[in-house]
């Protein structure tokens, strides 16, 4: 049925300028624009951005493509990035090593995990969210051999909670150096891009509740259960980041009847 | 080659296209479609079917956008791109026009601009590379539209009447 006076909406202008517009609904945005002459000129205006858009750029898409993006050279390239990532994690190991042995009296004097724990863990996030090429050790794919391997090493079980169900998905995870020992670290993304970490280390302190802190760009909640300090750091959020970080804390309480059955 | 490998090579063009429409400079713009590239290698066993197209523009986006999240935390580098920096005013010709306009965008506006009307993806193909509602896209093109026009017809006015 054409109903030649139903109105048109804005959603149906954009749609008929992109091409998106079903057939039924073409005539009567035509008939429309010939009786609504500022819709019209919109219609032209957007269509006129269009057009300048595609003469500035359209172009690039026809120059030889640079030597430095040939898949060939991208291959082996690859490969030795590889081997150089390596190297930096074995670095960076040596390097939090030599710094965990001097920081250690001012990790031991003051036991403030708000300062020392959640700033590690808050440094490890801006490091390695904006990692393009290894973000991680070990891909979320490999999820079970992930959390037993950082378990074994953390001398604790770690799990990695389940975030699906608030939209982000696991990327995976590394080890680091922590105040004493080891600390695991698990890479989480959301739909959009958007990365949240969950650093773990052993820390003899009180139980506490969700705490939070906050730097600027990015924040975090941590808080410790059974030695066991736990930091969710992400984009500066705080009711996001406050979800989040409650999920994972009802995943990774340890009392309660076990819900992984891994 | 493998299809997957042809239809990645394909698309290159593309990209480039896209990148620097997107980030407004060249070398930053083979910057990303190289690690878009690399990191598509690097899961191709994740990818399972469907459009090729779609999964590596996807992927430059998120690149773009953890590359400006990361130098927000730098802010002398940031104004490029930021939707809150100050128009930069003055009369200039041709597509510099344009290219302000669009820089003036806020990120996801501009990409869902570009994807749309220079790299002719379908609405439903953009909800899909920027993981939201086909209505959360309509609205970013309708903003973005309405506030490039208002950039471009309101360089003009800053200059009339000085007294």
């Given at each position: 049925?054409m109903d030649?006076?139903s ?9 008929f ?7 039924d609904?073409q005539a009567a ?8 002459p500022?819709d ?5 205006t957007w269509r ?7 003469a500035?750029?359209?172009?690039i898409?026809?120059?030889p493509?640079?030597a430095?993006?040939e898949l060939?050279?991208?291959r ?8 150089a ?10 390097i939090?090593g030599?710094?965990?042995w001097?920081?250690r ?7 403030v995990?708000g300062k020392?724990l959640?700033?590690d863990a808050?440094d490890a996030?801006k490091?390695y969210?904006v ?8 891909p979320?794919?490999e999820?079970?051999?992930l959390?037993q391997w ?7 079980d770690?799990r990695?909670?389940?975030l699906a ?12 150096p922590?105040?004493?020992?080891a ?11 958007e ?5 773990s280390a052993?820390w003899d ?6 705490r ?23 984009p ?7 979800m989040?970080?409650?999920s994972?804390y009802?995943q990774l309480e340890t009392?309660?009847?076990?819900k992984?059955?891994s | 080659?493998?299809a ?6 394909a ?6 296209r ?5 980030t ?9 479609v190289?690690?878009t590239?690399?990191?598509a ?5 994740l ?8 999964w ?12 400006l999240?990361s ?14 920096a ?5 009369p ?7 290219e302000?306009?669009l ?5 996801d506006?501009r990409?869902a601009?570009l994807?749309?009307v220079l790299?002719?993806?379908s ?7 920027q993981g939201?509602p ?8 309708a903003?973005?539209r ?5 950039y471009?017809d309101?360089e003009r006015?800053?200059?009339?009447r000085?007294?």
């Amino acid at each position: 049925m054409m109903d030649r006076e139903s109105p048109v909406t804005e959603d149906e202008l954009h749609a008929f300028v992109d091409g998106e517009l079903p057939a039924d609904r073409q005539a009567a945005v035509e008939t429309w624009l010939a009786a609504h002459p500022e819709d019209a000129a919109r219609v032209s205006t957007w269509r006129a951005q269009s057009e300048s858009i595609k003469a500035r750029y359209a172009g690039i898409a026809l120059e030889p493509v640079p030597a430095r993006l040939e898949l060939a050279r991208l291959r082996r390239l690859e490969r030795r990035w590889t081997r150089a990532a390596a190297a930096a994690v074995i670095a960076a190991f040596l390097i939090g090593g030599l710094l965990g042995w001097f920081g250690r009296e001012m990790v031991e004097g003051g036991s403030v995990l708000g300062k020392t724990l959640t700033t590690d863990a808050m440094d490890a996030h801006k490091l390695y969210v904006v990692e393009v090429r290894h973000p991680v050790e070990v891909p979320g794919a490999e999820a079970a051999h992930l959390v037993q391997w950082l378990s074994k090493r953390l001398g604790y079980d770690l799990r990695a909670p389940d975030l699906a169900a608030i939209g982000l998905k696991l990327v995976g995870g590394r080890l680091l150096p922590g105040p004493s020992g080891a600390a695991g670290f698990l890479m989480y993304e959301g739909p959009s891009g958007e990365r949240f970490t969950l650093y773990s280390a052993r820390w003899d302190a009180p139980e506490t509740a969700l705490r939070y802190r906050d730097a600027g760009q990015i924040a975090a909640f941590y808080w410790v259960d059974s030695n066991r300090a736990y930091v969710m750091s992400g984009p500066a959020d705080r009711d996001r980041l406050r979800m989040i970080a409650q999920s994972a804390y009802d995943q990774l309480e340890t009392r309660g009847p076990g819900k992984g059955s891994s | 080659m493998s299809a997957f490998a042809k239809d990645l090579e394909a698309t290159i063009p593309a990209l480039r296209r896209y990148a620097r429409a997107l980030t407004r400079d060249a070398e930053i713009a083979d910057d990303l479609v190289q690690d878009t590239l690399v990191r598509a290698l690097r899961s191709q066993h994740l990818f399972h079917g469907g459009d090729v197209r779609s999964w590596l523009y996807t992927i430059l986006t998120n690149l773009n956008r953890n590359r400006l999240r990361s130098l927000a935390r730098r802010p002398a580098l940031s104004p490029l791109g930021d939707a809150d920096a100050p128009q930069m005013a003055g009369p200039e010709a041709g597509g510099r026009d344009i290219e302000r306009a669009l820089a003036a965008l806020v990120e996801d506006q501009r990409s869902a601009l570009l994807l749309v009307v220079l790299e002719g993806l379908s609405y439903r193909e953009v909800a899909e590379v920027q993981g939201v509602p086909i209505g959360t896209v309509m609205s970013r093109l309708a903003r973005a539209r309405a506030q490039i026009r208002s950039y471009l017809d309101g360089e003009r006015p800053a200059l009339r009447r000085v007294k």
